[in-house]
């Protein structure tokens, strides 16, 4: 269902934000991609109070659309309301970061709105001028500690050093 934006309320109980930096991608995502929204349309309650979609109507706003879609919670209880808030916005799945290595542009999935690791290697070689390069035909070993707040991106960052090493420095290898 099509409405007019302005008829849809914001949920001012939804525990979820975004920052500035997110949400000017999401914005550059609506407006390079607005048929998206079909497929991912607003959920409301029967009084068009958000359920679903509270940054994507933000971002609607900004963008200046004027009719967005919606798909509307009937005969939903609070409970439910409350539980699809929060059900909605979980991530259960993880991504298959050899796939999109080896299937997208990462410029692109950053542009999407994917958080990538994606420096510019080209100037390691000059962070510190003094320190000998080490033999890469010996056996050198680097430990990698991961603060427990970055536990659950154990994978992204395994990748982005597997990319690091093989884009810049043959014979490195992660076992």
């Known amino acids: 269902m099509i409405v007019d934006i302005n008829t849809i309320k914001y949920n001012t109980d939804n525990p979820r934000i975004i920052k500035d ?92 709105g994917l958080d990538t690791i994606n420096h510019d290697w080209g100037d390691l070689d000059y962070i510190d001028e003094d320190v000998n390069k080490p033999d890469l035909n010996s056996h050198n070993t680097i430990v990698v500690t991961i603060p427990d707040e970055l536990i659950d991106e154990r994978d992204k960052i395994e990748y982005e050093i597997k990319t690091l090493l093989s884009d810049n420095f043959s014979g490195c290898e992660i076992k």
Not at 40 to 69: S, T
């Open 21 to 112: 930096f997110k949400f000017q991608k999401l914005v550059k995502s609506i407006k390079e991609f607005p048929e998206m929204l079909e497929k991912r349309p607003i959920i409301v309650d029967e009084d068009m109070i958000v359920l679903g979609g509270n940054m994507r109507l933000k971002a609607c706003h900004e963008v200046g659309l004027n009719k967005v879609h919606i798909d509307i919670a009937k005969n939903w209880t609070k409970e439910q309301k409350k539980e699809f808030i929060i059900k909605d916005n979980v991530g259960f799945g993880e991504w298959d970061w050899d796939i999109l290595a080896n299937s997208f542009d990462t410029t692109e999935l950053t542009d999407w």
